[in-house]
């Protein structure tokens, strides 16, 4: 049986012999999606881009403990969803979440719209209130559903990736999304759609 080397199998073995530019290129190729996993978490800019750096150094720090056998970005949003959970229990309290806020990047800032087919104006007001209602409900939630339904419904990630990314059983991400969407439906049903 022959094993398959994925791309970052060479530069994971590199990193974990203390080699910081195969590190920085670690970052760079993964960087993005830490990121908007953080954005999705954090729900303010400013926080997002803590979180991903304290995941980048946090990964850094525990390299040479990280297993081969493991998907690389789905160690690193474990590390993300670790540290978020630990900074919601010091604060006990989120942050908002923006589904609409503009991404800031060196040139300016980005609208996050969808590209669509000639949106009307009252279309595009009827999807910015629904998206306002969506993430009024989601903040209402439980982080852990929250974060299930997160890593489920926005970021797709199948339900034993998920059990992976917060270190529990498949059957605690089952009941946290089946809980989860049942508090969202909830939620919703408090606002006028």
């Not at 970052?27 to 926080?47: K, N």
């Not at 997002?48 to 990280?66: E, T, W």
Request: include cysteine.
């Amino acid at each position: 049986m022959f094993l398959t080397l994925r791309p970052t199998d060479e530069l994971i073995k590199k990193a974990q012999e203390n080699d910081l530019e195969a590190f920085g290129k670690l970052v760079a190729l993964y960087q993005d999606r830490v990121y908007t996993h953080c954005m999705h978490l954090a729900h303010d800019v400013h926080d997002a881009q803590d979180l991903a750096q304290d995941v980048f150094v946090q990964a850094f720090k525990n390299i040479k403990s990280f297993r081969s056998d493991a998907d690389f970005g789905t160690w690193l949003h474990r590390i993300a969803v670790n540290l978020w959970i630990n900074q919601v229990r010091r604060n006990r309290k989120a942050a908002a979440f923006s589904l609409d806020e503009p991404l800031l990047t060196g040139e300016g800032a980005l609208s996050r719209e969808l590209a669509a087919c000639e949106e009307s104006p009252e279309e595009r007001v009827e999807r910015r209130e629904f998206q306002e209602t969506i993430k009024n409900a989601l903040n209402r939630l439980q982080p852990e559903y929250r974060v299930a339904l997160i890593l489920r419904e926005l970021e797709g990630y199948s339900y034993e990736e998920i059990a992976g990314i917060i270190g529990c059983s498949l059957g605690t991400v089952k009941s946290r999304i089946n809980r989860g969407r049942k508090a969202l439906k909830k939620e919703l049903g408090k606002f006028r759609l």
